[in-house]
C-alpha cells in the first residue's frame, strides 16, 4: 500500500478487480489496458497529474494489475496505487515527446494474448494504437468496460459524493453572493476557486474535471463558455455550472442568476423546467430506465413549446480533465438502462434558447426504494437578484 491514506479499503480496490476480471471473461480478454485515469485510478487507487504522457494500467486474470508509466512517476504510484512495489514500471525518459520513439514500443511487452484497449478513449491517441499494433499484438476495443463497472457506486463512494456536494453548495452560494451588476467575472471566479479548493469543514476540495462554466446574457445560450473579465449587467441571467470535488469525487450543480426581473417567457420556462425536475426525479426509481428520466422531463417542457432534443443527463462519480462525467449511459429517449439503486447522475436539463439560458439541475443517486436522493439541497429555482 503506498505511504498516503487510501480512499478505500483494500478489500474494495480487491472486489473492483473481481467485477473488472469477470467482464474481461465475458469479453474474452486476456489482457487489459486501461488508459483513462478515471478508470486506472478507480481500480488501483494511483492519482497524480501525469496523463499528459502516455501511462497505463495492464490487468490480466492471473496477477495483480501493472502501473505503467513515466520512470519519475513510478514513486507517485508507490504511494498512491496498493499494488507491490513490483507492479510499477517505467519506462525511460529518452520515449518521452520525441518522434524517433514512442513509449508504446515499451508497454507492447508486457502486453499478450487478446489484449482490449480504450480506444475511444481521451488519452489513448492514434498513434499509441498504431504502435501496439506495429508490435503485432491483438488488440481489439474495449472502450467502456471499466465504466461499466463503476456504474453502481458502493457506500464509500457514496460517502465521497456527499461530501462534495457540500463543496458545491459553498460555491454556488458563494458565487450567487457576489454576481452583481460592475463585478468583473473573472473576479468571481477567482472566490469560486478558492471556495472550491478550501472546501467545508474536514472535506477539503480537489480540481475539478471541468472548471467554471459561467456564461451571462445571450453567452448563457451556449452550453460551454467559461469566463473573462467583463462585469455583471442587470438585466442578464448568468449560468452557473461548477461540481464540488473530493477525493476526485465529483457532484455538479447549476443554478441561474438572474439580475434585475426575468422575462416573462424566462419565467414561464422555470416553471416548466422546476416541473420536469420534479417529476423527472419521480420517474428516476429502481426498476425503471433511463429513458423514462428524460420522457417525464420533456413532457412539462412541451407544455409551453420548449422542444430539447438534447439528453438530459449523464453518470457521475469519479473523473479527471476533461470530463466529469462516466461515458456510458444518459438521460435520453433513446436509452434504455435499467436503473439500478446507487447508480450516480448529473440531472441537467439546461435550456439554451435565443438569446438567452437557464440551468437549474440536481445531482442524483437512484435509492432502494422511490424517487431519487438529491445530494445538494438548495432550492430549485432561479436566484434572482433585483
Not at 68 to 79: I, P, S
Not at 123 to 139: P, R, W
Not at 362 to 383: H, K, L, W, Y
Amino acid at each position: 500500500m503506498g505511504i498516503r491514506e487510501a480512499a478505500f479499503e483494500l478489500s474494495e480496490y480487491k472486489q473492483r478487480l473481481a467485477q473488472v476480471r469477470a467482464a474481461m471473461a465475458r469479453a474474452d480478454l486476456t489482457c487489459l489496458l486501461i488508459t483513462d485515469p478515471s478508470n486506472m485510478c478507480w481500480l488501483t487507487g494511483y492519482d497524480g497529474w501525469s496523463f499528459y504522457v502516455h501511462q497505463g494500467v495492464v490487468v490480466t486474470h492471473d496477477a495483480d494489475p501493472l502501473w505503467w508509466g513515466r520512470a519519475q512517476d513510478v514513486a507517485g504510484a508507490l504511494r498512491t496505487a496498493w499494488m507491490a512495489q513490483d507492479r510499477a514500471v517505467g519506462y525511460p525518459e529518452r520515449y518521452i515527446q520525441t518522434p524517433d520513439r514512442h513509449p508504446m514500443e515499451d508497454l507492447a511487452t508486457y502486453l499478450s494474448g487478446r489484449v482490449g484497449v480504450e480506444m475511444d478513449n481521451y488519452y489513448y491517441s492514434a498513434k499509441a494504437h498504431a504502435v501496439l499494433g506495429q508490435a503485432g499484438l491483438d488488440l481489439t476495443d474495449a472502450t467502456g468496460l471499466v465504466n461499466w463497472c463503476r456504474a453502481v457506486k458502493s457506500e464509500a463512494e457514496i460517502g465521497l459524493m456527499r461530501k462534495a456536494a457540500r463543496i458545491s453548495e459553498a460555491v454556488v452560494d458563494g458565487m450567487a453572493a457576489r454576481i452583481e451588476p460592475g463585478v468583473p467575472k473573472n473576479e468571481v471566479v477567482a472566490e469560486a476557486f478558492r471556495d472550491a479548493i478550501q472546501g467545508v469543514d474536514e472535506a477539503w476540495g480537489d480540481y475539478p474535471a471541468i472548471v467554471p462554466l459561467v456564461p451571462s446574457g445571450a453567452d448563457a445560450s451556449a452550453p460551454h463558455l467559461t469566463w473573462d473579465g467583463r462585469p455583471f449587467e442587470s438585466g442578464e441571467a448568468t449560468t452557473i455550472e461548477i461540481a464540488g470535488c473530493y477525493r476526485r469525487y465529483h457532484v455538479p450543480l447549476c443554478r441561474s442568476v438572474f439580475l434585475g426581473d426575468p422575462p416573462d417567457e424566462m419565467k414561464r420556462a422555470e416553471e416548466a423546467l422546476i416541473e420536469g425536475l420534479d417529476a423527472g426525479l419521480d420517474a428516476a426509481r429502481a426498476g425503471n430506465q433511463t429513458r423514462d428520466v428524460a420522457a417525464a422531463l420533456n413532457r412539462s417542457l412541451k407544455k409551453v413549446g420548449i422542444e430539447r432534443t438534447a439528453r438530459c443527463g449523464y453518470p457521475i462519480g469519479l473523473s479527471y480533465p476533461p470530463d466529469w462525467g462516466e461515458r456510458t449511459m444518459s438521460f435520453r429517449a433513446e436509452d434504455d438502462t435499467v436503473l439500478q439503486p446507487n447508480m450516480t447522475f448529473h440531472f441537467m436539463p439546461g435550456l439554451w434558447m435565443d438569446g438567452w439560458g437557464l440551468s437549474i439541475t440536481e445531482s442524483i443517486r437512484i435509492t432502494e426504494n422511490g424517487a431519487a436522493e438529491c445530494f445538494c439541497d438548495r432550492p430549485r429555482e432561479m436566484i434572482v437578484k433585483a
